[in-house]
């Protein structure tokens, strides 16, 4: 069984300027999740879909972050305009949600952003 | 006080110890607990996974929880050198897969050959 796949696996950009992240999920998982890790700490949780719809954003930057996944497999996270703190590893992981007493989610590498 | 509280280590052993890794947590919502490990530079892997309070045994890794405290551990037997890594402790309120975890900071593993 294939990974959770992610490209670009780095990236350098200057303050200001725009950003964006590719994932695909594990074949079959409906649900899907967009994490960033910073430098020191635990993942946290940006944005999760279900399908190709939003179940929780309420830890996204909207006013700089945008996520979507259209048809219901691959997903996008955008950065625009990007800050310095934005400097992280983005990491995507899914899960098929069969069973709550059984199910996981499955990271993928991640991508390392460096905001200079 | 953050939700999920997690020294960051770093934890240094020599090879064949028995260690010990341990969060706390503040949400008595939180009803399923996970460990992850993640090497650096790659993504983080499931190591265990637990609902009830208890033990959980897998191979040379136990997990124990303590809901009452709100206190979790993982043990790792007989440790090698391959289980350098940073160790995380992940929480979640309805299940690994419904919906997102909140996550510890980390403890960083060392073990010494």
């Known amino acids: 069984e294939a990974g959770v796949a992610q490209s670009p696996r780095y990236k350098i950009i200057e303050k200001r300027q725009s950003v964006a992240f590719w994932c695909n999920p594990i074949?079959?998982?409906?649900?899907l999740y967009w994490y960033q890790q910073i430098l020191g700490q635990g993942p946290k949780l940006l944005i999760q879909?279900?399908?190709?719809?939003?179940?929780?954003d309420s830890q996204l930057p909207k006013d700089r972050f945008s996520a979507e996944r259209l048809k219901g497999v691959d997903s996008t996270l955008k950065i625009q305009p990007a800050k310095l703190e934005d400097s992280a590893v983005y990491l995507c992981?899914?899960?098929?949600?069969?069973?709550?007493?059984?199910?996981?989610?499955?990271f993928g590498p991640g991508t390392r952003l460096t905001v200079l | 006080q953050k939700e999920v509280e997690q020294d960051p280590g770093p934890l240094s052993v020599p090879e064949g110890a028995i260690v010990s890794l341990n969060c706390t947590y503040s949400?008595?919502?939180?009803?399923?607990f996970m460990w992850y490990r993640q090497y650096s530079r790659k993504g983080p892997e499931l190591l265990m996974y637990?609902?009830?309070?208890g033990n959980k045994e897998d191979g040379r890794f136990t997990a124990q929880v303590d809901k009452s405290s709100k206190y979790i551990s993982l043990f790792i037997r007989d440790s090698q050198p391959s289980d350098s890594a940073t160790y995380l402790c992940?929480?979640?309120?309805?299940?690994?897969?419904?919906?997102?975890?909140?996550f510890g900071k980390g403890t960083h593993l060392i073990i010494q050959p």
């Open positions: 992981a899914s899960s098929l949600v069969v069973s709550r007493t059984t199910d996981t989610q499955y």
């Open positions: 637990t609902y009830s309070s």
């Open positions: 879909f279900q399908n190709n719809g939003v179940v929780d």
């Open positions: 074949s079959g998982h409906a649900t």
């Open positions: 949400n008595s919502a939180f009803q399923y």
């Open positions: 992940a929480m979640t309120y309805s299940g690994g897969g419904a919906d997102g975890l909140t």
